[in-house]
Every structure is written in structure tokens, then in C-alpha cells.
């Protein structure tokens, strides 16, 4: 109750700060000290170089500000994320291939390392790289009727060990197993039941306050401590993956600059646009 008068007061009184990128915006509460890491990057929140670039120092810098926690959220109505921006890898060259990639690895870094209480609002659709942010969070309140989930496979193409990470924290091995294979999208409804959500909101305001109120569990934990031990539990992914960082990264280029590849982008992007257009 007490967090949810905080948010309440957020919304008129409360001074709070705020910063923004191009393609982020970032409201932090001076009372509770938790951040509202907005991405607004029209019309889907697809991810290219420039939004994963905006999103890694939005996160560093309210690391850095010492903020009480950190929730993501869409300023965009009805989509979370809709992953990597396809229109970036359609037609790219391989420096543009590896610089998207390398982008995408440190935003992914930077938040599922975070020492920070981490929650994810997903007030809209959450697929592959949109799962991929919600996921690398500790807890997530979805709204409904969307959908969310790892779907790779569907497009032809692997997610590397270190993007199913997330998923494979917080889902049974039997079912992120299958659910990796199928490249199955969750509706909200699934997501709750498998678990890869914690909670269903009627509102973005909900999901918030839902956020808040998680973070608020930590209000009498020790912050090093707290942090420390979430560290402990992410160690092993984090190890593994600093070890192949950088074969990932020229692996990712080489499959995706394959003209196989490319041609199910180019069919993947010209579906989307023909269903947008309905
Ligand atoms: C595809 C092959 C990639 C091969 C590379 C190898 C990679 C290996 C590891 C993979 C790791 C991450 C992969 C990814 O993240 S790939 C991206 C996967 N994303 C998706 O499959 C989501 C696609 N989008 C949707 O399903 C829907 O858009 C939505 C998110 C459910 C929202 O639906 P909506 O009805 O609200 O909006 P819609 O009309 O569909 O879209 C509006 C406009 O936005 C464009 N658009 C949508 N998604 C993307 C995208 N990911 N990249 C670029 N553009 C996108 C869409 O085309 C519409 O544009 P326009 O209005 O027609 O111009």
C-alpha cells in the first residue's frame, strides 16, 4: 500500500528526474529511488544500433545514479519489443551485422548483470529479442492478450546459450528445452502458467505499481548484499558468456550475412509489411 501511495504521488507530486536518449526516456521517482527506464522508439521498439546503444547507457547511467531499482517499459501502446530491427540486418554489410550484434550483447550484459533490482512492465508484445530484455529483468507483470517467448527456431536461425539464459533461469529445463525447440510465443495466459511471467495486470499502471511493489521487497535487504548474491546465482552464465563473446559475435555474422539467411529476412520483413497493411 505504502509503495503504491509512493507511485501514486510519483504520478503528480514527487519531483523526479529525468534523462532521455533518442530512443529512451528514463523518470526517476526522488522518493522511492526507483527508475521508469521508458524505450520509445516508434512504432515497435525494434531494436537497431542506435536504440541498443541508447538503451546499454540508460541502464548504466541509472546504475550509476545509485537509483533503488530499475523497471523497463514501452512508451509504445501495444508492443514491449519486437526484437532486433530486421530492416537493420536485411541487406547489411558484415560490419553492420557484427556492430548490431555487439550492441545487442551489451545491452543483454548490462542489464542481466546488473546489481540492481531488476522488473519488466510488458505492457504489449514481447517476442525473441523483446523476450530476450524481459527476461534478462528478476520479475515480470504482463498485460494481456500479448504474446511473448524465444521464436528462433520458427525464423530458422539459433539463439546462442547465452540469449536463452534468462529463459533457462526462470523456466523448468524441460520446458524452455521444448519451448526453445518449438519456438513457441507464449500468450499471457501460457506465460503466467509456465512461469516465465510472475503476474497479469489490467493496465501499464498496474504493471508498474506491480514492479514497484517487487522492488519494494528489498526495501529492508542489504543493497551489496542483495546485489552480491544475485551475482552468485547469474556467475556462471556471465562467465560463459564473456568467453565466447567475441566468436559469438563473428558467428552471428556469418549467419546472418548467409544469402539463405538473408532470404528469409527479405520474406520475413515483406510478411510483416504485407500484414501491417491489412
Ligand atoms: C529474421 C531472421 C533473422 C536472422 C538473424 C540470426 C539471429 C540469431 C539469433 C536471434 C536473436 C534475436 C532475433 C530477433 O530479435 S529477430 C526479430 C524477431 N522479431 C519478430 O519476430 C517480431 C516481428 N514483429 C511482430 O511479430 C509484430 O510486429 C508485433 C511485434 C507482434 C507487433 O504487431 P503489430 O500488429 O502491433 O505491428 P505490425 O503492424 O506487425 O508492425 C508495425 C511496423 O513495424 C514493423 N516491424 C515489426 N517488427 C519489426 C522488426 N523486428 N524489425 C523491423 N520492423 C519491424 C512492421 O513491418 C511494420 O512496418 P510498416 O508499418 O509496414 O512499415
Known amino acids: 500500500m505504502m509503495h503504491l501511495n509512493l507511485l501514486r504521488l510519483g504520478a503528480c507530486r514527487v519531483p523526479s528526474r529525468l534523462m532521455s536518449t533518442k530512443s529512451t526516456s528514463v523518470e526517476i521517482n526522488d522518493k522511492t529511488g526507483v527508475a521508469i527506464l521508458s ?9 537497431n544500433v542506435q536504440f541498443l546503444r541508447d538503451l546499454k547507457s540508460s541502464i548504466y547511467e541509472i546504475e550509476n545514479n545509485k537509483s533503488r531499482g530499475l523497471i523497463l517499459t514501452s512508451a509504445n501502446s501495444n508492443v514491449f519489443s519486437a526484437g532486433l530491427d530486421i530492416l537493420e540486418m536485411y541487406n547489411a554489410d558484415k560490419e553492420q551485422l557484427g556492430t548490431l550484434w555487439t550492441e545487442l550483447q551489451n ?5 542481466y548483470g546488473s546489481g540492481l533490482p531488476t522488473a519488466a512492465a510488458i505492457n504489449g508484445h514481447a517476442p525473441a529479442g523483446g523476450c530476450l530484455l524481459a527476461t534478462a529483468c528478476e520479475y515480470r507483470a504482463m498485460l494481456p492478450n500479448c504474446v511473448i517467448g524465444l521464436n528462433e527456431t520458427q525464423l530458422g536461425i539459433i539463439a546462442p ?14 520446458l524452455a528445452e521444448r519451448a526453445l525447440t518449438q519456438g513457441r510465443l507464449f500468450t499471457t495466459e501460457e506465460a503466467l502458467k509456465a512461469g516465465l511471467i510472475d503476474e497479469i495486470v489490467n493496465s501499464k499502471e498496474e504493471a508498474l505499481e506491480k514492479c514497484l511493489n517487487f522492488i519494494g521487497t528489498f ?33 552471428f555474422v556469418s549467419l546472418a550475412s548467409r544469402p539463405e539467411v538473408q532470404k528469409v529476412m527479405g520474406d520475413y520483413l515483406e510478411n510483416l509489411k504485407k500484414k501491417s497493411k491489412k
Open 161 to 174: 546459450k547465452w540469449l536463452m539464459s534468462g529463459y533457462q533461469n526462470i523456466l523448468p529445463q524441460r
Open 107 to 111: 545491452v543483454w550484459i548490462a542489464l
Open 39 to 47: 524505450m520509445c522508439r516508434p512504432p515497435v521498439n525494434s531494436q
Open 219 to 251: 526495501a529492508k535487504v542489504n543493497p551489496l548484499a542483495r546485489s552480491l548474491t544475485k551475482l552468485q546465482f547469474r556467475a556462471a552464465n556471465i562467465k560463459e558468456f564473456e568467453k565466447i563473446r567475441q566468436k559469438d559475435v563473428e558467428d
